[in-house]
Structure formats: structure tokens, C-alpha cells
């Protein structure tokens, strides 16, 4: 009794084959009533039935498997390839050419700005430095006279505290204008000019523009947003249970939802050593090849594939595997006679499922020397599963 109902899920179906044995009639799974014989842990069926029904024999077989991680994410570009540009300090846009989409290179002008206050800046640097000769000059001569006592100490060390002073200010200013991309060699040559122009740090294109004609933008507002898509790399999310078996130089597969059937490929370039509290993932990054980075997008969402290892295992056609719950069982021949065959079920522990074979994890050798039910048991998937 503990046995019929322990196996009542598997059997419920066949359950029905039995009652109108002589009727003729056929069950909702189209099998004929009275083929099917339901014994301790096991089922017999009839020779010609097994025959009509479509069903075949098979042992488990030894084939190379290739262990891997499922993941996901999405493309992406290292930090050093994504710039935002913004200005040092505040002013009016007078001249924003460019689009997203359009291709910069690195030192291009990309926006232009007015702003009095940046005149100013370059006027007190050339007065600074206009005075410094005749500051230089002073100093070194009260340093001259106060060595012959001819002068007192008050004056010469005035002369050295205003020469001194102004060396630092210009120091200061140079070092501002410098921020604002100011050549100040250039702009003691040349004077001084009325715009501050936005310089591009990198090559790339323009994917992101905050500007218009005239706008006010105070400093370190994002205006325009550069990426170099160079070097497109994939960031993955690995389960922390899985963070052990990544290594740098593992092949990955990744593909777009939309379009499963074409599959990419690159490489773990970094593994990450940080396990995200809410998710209790780490970061994985994955080199993309150069030659692929016009097919991608920055954000694109992809699924992956990374390849751990490949060894033997022990599998079974997914046809000769009968889920149950959580479980799994397989329908393993036991006895054959001319009239019938004898399948008694047996529970197994699955590892990976890949290329139609499910693994079986640590089998019974002597389960190994007999035939499974390998064709036909759809018949008996529908209570099972």
C-alpha cells in the first residue's frame, strides 16, 4: 500500500488502461485500455504495443560535456572611453555644432562659451606678469644695496615680498587659465581671447547633447556626452556560487534576445571580487573583438554563455527523462520476454542538459548495463510532469 501511493503520481495515467481491459476502448492518451500492467514500482507492456506506440530501447552513453554558466548583461565601454563635457565655469553657449552621431576627435572643439568673468581672468594675468620684470628688477637691486648697507632692511625686504607675492599670483592664474585650457605662453603672444572653448578629451561620437543657442549653463553641468566604442566590453552578473569556477581568458557566448539565433563570441577579460549585497552577484567583464563593435550598442541587453571546462559524463537522451516535482526518474528495463517487457522506474540525480542528453550524476554502474526507455514515454509524461 506505502507503494502505490508513494508511485501514484507516475501511475495515475496508466491507471486507466487497466479497468476496461476488455472494452476495447482507448485511454485519454490514445493508448489502448489493457496494455499496460502496473506492478511493484514498475509497469509491463505488452510486445506489440510496445511496438505501435512508437517506443525504442537504449543504454546511457559516455560523451563530453561542456560545463558552463548562464549569465546576463549588457554591453558597455571601460570608464576611460565614456566622457561628459561640461564647463570650469559659468557662461552663455555661443556655438554648439554637433549632433548625436557625429563622429569628434580628440582635441576637437565642441562648444563654445562667452563669459566676461573669463576675459577678466586673462587680463589680470597679463597685468601680473607685465609687472614681474620691473618687481624682479626691483627686488634684486634692494638686495644689491642692503648687501652694501646702503639701504635698510624694511625696504628691501618690502621688494622681496611684492616680487614674491606677484610670482605666486601668476602662478595661480597660470594654473587657472591652465583648467580652462589656456595656453598662457600663447596668450602672452597673441592677447587675449573673448571665447572659452570646450575641448574633446577623446575620439569618438557624440551620444548625448544638453545645449542649445544662447543657453546659460552654470559649471560642471553635463553638455555633451562622448564614447569610444573601441573597446566595447561585456558587463556580466555571476551568482557568487558560480564565482569560483571563472577564470580570465574563458570563452563566452552572448546574443541578444531579440535574436537568439545569432550567437557572439568573446572572452572573461576581468573577474570582479565584490559580492553585490542585494543580488549576491559579482561583476564579470567580458573582451568583445574589435571587428564586432559597429554591430553593438552601449546598454544593449544580452544573454550569455561562459565556458568552464569540458569532461566525460554520463547521459541520457532528454526523451528517456520523466520529470516528477523536483525530481527525476528513467524507465529502466528489467526483464524481456516475447510478450512483454518489464520497466521498473528509477530515480535519478540530473546535472547539465545540453545538446539533447541530460547528465546523470553518479549512476549505478549496474543501471549502466541495461536498456532505458528512450523513445515513446510521452505516454507517460502527462501525470508525471
Not at 51 to 65: H, N, P, Y
Request: aromatic residues 8%.
Amino acid at each position: 500500500m506505502i507503494l502505490v501511493k508513494k508511485y501514484a503520481a507516475l501511475f495515475l495515467s496508466l491507471m486507466l488502461f487497466v479497468n476496461c481491459k476488455e472494452k476495447g476502448t482507448t485511454t485519454e492518451t490514445g493508448m489502448p485500455e489493457g496494455t499496460i500492467e502496473i506492478v511493484e514500482n514498475g509497469i509491463r507492456i505488452r510486445a506489440d504495443q510496445f511496438k505501435s506506440s512508437g517506443m525504442a530501447l537504449g543504454f546511457a552513453d559516455t560523451i563530453m560535456v561542456r560545463e558552463e554558466v548562464n549569465t546576463q548583461g549588457y554591453i558597455d565601454v571601460p570608464p576611460e572611453n565614456r566622457a561628459v563635457i561640461s564647463a570650469p565655469m559659468p557662461g552663455f553657449i555661443k556655438h554648439a555644432p554637433l549632433i548625436v552621431g557625429d563622429k569628434v576627435r580628440k582635441g576637437q572643439r565642441v562648444i563654445v562659451l562667452e563669459n566676461p568673468d573669463f576675459v577678466a581672468l586673462q587680463q589680470e594675468f597679463l597685468e601680473a606678469a607685465a609687472q614681474q620684470d620691473y618687481l624682479r628688477a626691483e627686488y634684486e637691486r634692494q638686495k644689491t644695496l642692503f648687501a652694501e648697507q646702503v639701504t635698510s632692511r624694511k625696504n628691501y625686504m618690502k621688494a622681496e615680498s611684492e616680487y614674491r607675492k606677484n610670482d605666486a599670483k601668476i602662478s595661480s592664474l597660470k594654473a587657472q587659465l591652465g583648467l580652462l585650457r589656456v595656453d598662457t605662453d600663447r596668450l602672452l603672444a597673441e592677447g587675449i581671447r573673448p571665447n572659452l572653448n570646450l575641448i574633446a578629451p577623446i575620439a569618438g561620437s557624440v551620444t548625448d547633447v544638453k545645449v542649445s543657442l544662447g543657453m546659460y549653463t552654470p559649471p560642471n553641468q553635463a553638455l555633451l556626452e562622448i564614447i569610444n566604442t573601441e573597446h566595447l566590453h561585456l558587463e556580466l552578473g555571476i551568482f557568487e556560487g558560480d564565482a569560483i569556477k571563472i577564470k580570465i581568458g574563458q570563452p563566452i557566448h552572448f546574443y541578444l534576445p531579440e535574436n537568439p539565433g545569432q550567437v557572439f563570441d568573446g572572452e572573461v577579460y576581468k573577474v570582479g571580487n565584490l559580492v553585490e549585497m542585494e543580488s549576491r552577484t559579482l561583476r564579470v567583464h567580458g573582451h568583445i573583438p574589435a571587428s564586432l563593435a559597429e554591430k553593438f550598442a552601449i546598454g544593449m541587453y544580452v544573454q550569455a554563455v561562459i565556458e568552464i571546462a569540458e569532461r566525460e559524463a554520463v547521459v541520457l537522451p532528454d526523451e528517456a527523462v520523466i520529470r516528477e516535482g523536483e525530481g527525476a526518474f528513467a524507465l529502466v528495463l528489467w526483464e524481456q520476454t516475447e510478450d512483454e517487457f518489464h520497466f521498473k522506474k528509477i530515480p535519478i540525480d540530473l546535472g547539465i542538459s545540453q545538446d539533447g542528453y541530460s547528465q546523470i550524476i553518479s549512476p549505478d554502474p549496474e543501471l549502466l548495463e541495461r536498456q532505458f526507455l528512450t523513445g515513446g514515454t510521452y505516454w507517460f509524461r502527462t501525470e508525471a510532469d
